[in-house]
Structures are given as structure tokens and as C-alpha cells.
């Protein structure tokens, strides 16, 4: 019975893994994929800027149109998690209620029409604070992981994310939402922006975790390949959604309200 056979690994492959494990790779080869990325970024930014800057119902369309895609992929990935139709079918259903809430409230936030009519109380202001807060803790975290690596948070779920990478998350959207509340962009102090910023990282960090056990089951790399760098919307996505589910309990009252009128 050879190694393959008997559930162990190869001698050659547990060489390798101890090679990567104490091999020192150069940062310039960790990040080599940062100019596709970087690009692929600007592009993601200026169609989303250009949208938001548009407002109203432009801007519920293009969170709607994101919405519908990621649900497609999350449809994908629960169709490679399992064979068996009651699972696919609770799966699916847990993926329109997660992702469409969290399309709703996006929409709904950057939308004049809608949220302008909550008392007048304008929240697209929030809306852009907690999008630039998750792009900065994707940042912080590819930086900091890449960077100083260290040890894991979850191998078994992420091979990638880092205790340090998370940290990193945090720090950056703490600095960002900072900025926010020092600029009179949120109504908050700004200490308590930096202590807000940092829990929209865990938070961000949590919805990516779950996308990321979802493609461990599936056996995929990628949600999807439609942006170069990044993978599928889903993959971009993932840490938004989950702070938007958020995001939208506590503007729930406001946002109830507005769609009454």
C-alpha cells in the first residue's frame, strides 16, 4: 500500500510543507499580484464612484445588480458544497435573505429617495463611511498579512489570514472612519470612530471567513473569475455584506420608516 493509499502524506510533499514552512519568501513575490489587483481595484472604484455619485435610483440598481451576482455565485458555490436538494434548497434560501438584506440596505443608504426621507435625516453619509472602512481593512489586512505573516487565525478555513493581517484591517478602518468623524462625515466623537472602525474589521473579516469555509467545502479557489486579481464579485463582496447586515439593524427604525413614505 503506497502513501496515497494509506491516507498519508508523501514523503516529497511533507519536504515540501516544511520547506514553505521555514523558506523566507522575498515580499516582492507576495506581492506580485498586487498591479492586477491594484488595477482591477481603480476600475471597481470609479464604475462604484461613478454610481454613488449618481445617487438615487441609479445607485439602488448597481446595488441590486451586485446583489443579484453575488447571489449567483453563492448559488454556484452551495451547488459543490453538496449533492443533496433540502441542503442546496435551505442553503440558496440563507443566501437570499443574507445577501438581499444586505443589497437592500445598500441600496436604500446611498439612495436620496429613500433615505432623505427618513426625517430628513440624510444616511448616505454612513453608507460611504462604512465602504471606504471595508476597502481599508481589506487593504490593511493584504499589507499587513503579506508583510509580517505570522501566525494563523483559522488554517483550516483561510490559509491565508493572519493574526497580523487582521490587525492591520483594523487599524486602517479605524484610521478612515477617524478621518470621517474628524471631517463632520459621521456624528460621532472620533475615538469612538476608531473603536467603531475596528469593529467593522471583525466584522468584515467574519463575513469573509464564511465565504471562505463555503469555497473550502465547495473545493474552489474563487467565487467566481469575472474581475482579474480578485475572483468574483462574492470574493469582493463578502466583508461588505456582512457589515452591511449590520449596518442595517441600526438604521433599521430609519430605513422602515423611509420605505413607508
Known amino acids: 500500500m503506497d ?21 523566507t519568501v522575498p515580499i516582492s513575490i507576495r506581492t506580485s499580484d498586487l498591479p492586477k489587483r491594484a488595477a482591477s481595484a481603480a476600475v471597481m472604484l470609479a ?29 454556484a458555490i452551495m451547488w459543490r458544497m453538496t449533492d443533496r436538494p433540502l441542503a442546496r434548497l435551505i442553503g440558496v434560501m440563507l443566501g437570499l435573505a443574507y445577501i438581499g438584506y444586505a443589497a437592500f440596505v445598500i441600496g436604500a443608504l446611498g439612495n436620496d429617495a429613500v433615505a432623505g426621507a427618513a426625517g430628513g435625516k440624510r444616511l448616505g453619509g ?17 499589507f499587513a498579512g503579506r508583510t509580517i505573516g505570522g501566525p494563523k487565525i483559522a488554517p483550516a478555513i483561510s490559509p491565508s489570514k493572519t493574526w497580523a493581517g487582521l490587525g492591520g484591517g483594523m487599524v486602517s478602518a479605524g484610521l478612515v472612519l477617524a478621518l ?17 472602525g475596528a469593529l467593522v474589521a471583525i466584522v468584515a473579516q467574519a463575513g469573509d471567513f464564511l465565504e471562505s ?3 473550502r467545502k465547495a473545493h474552489v479557489k474563487d467565487s467566481g473569475s469575472l474581475i482579474p486579481g480578485h475572483g468574483g464579485i462574492l470574493d469582493r463582496v463578502d466583508g461588505l455584506i456582512a457589515v452591511s447586515c ?16
Open 3 to 23: 502513501a496515497e493509499q494509506s491516507g498519508k502524506p508523501r514523503k516529497r510533499d511533507r519536504l515540501k510543507a516544511r520547506a514553505k514552512r521555514y523558506a
Open 47 to 75: 464604475v462604484s464612484g461613478a454610481a454613488l455619485w449618481i445617487g438615487g435610483w441609479i445607485w439602488s440598481g448597481f446595488a441590486l445588480l451586485l446583489g443579484l451576482w453575488a447571489l449567483y455565485e453563492w448559488t
Open 126 to 142: 454612513p453608507l460611504v463611511a462604512m465602504i471606504a472602512s471595508v476597502i481599508a481593512t481589506d487593504t490593511g489586512a493584504y
Open 246 to 261: 449590520v449596518l442595517g439593524f441600526v438604521f433599521m427604525g430609519a430605513l422602515v420608516q423611509a420605505t413607508e413614505l
Open 213 to 215: 469555509w463555503m469555497k
Open 180 to 196: 470621517f468623524a474628524g471631517f463632520d462625515r459621521l456624528d460621532v466623537p472620533v475615538a469612538q470612530a476608531v473603536v467603531l
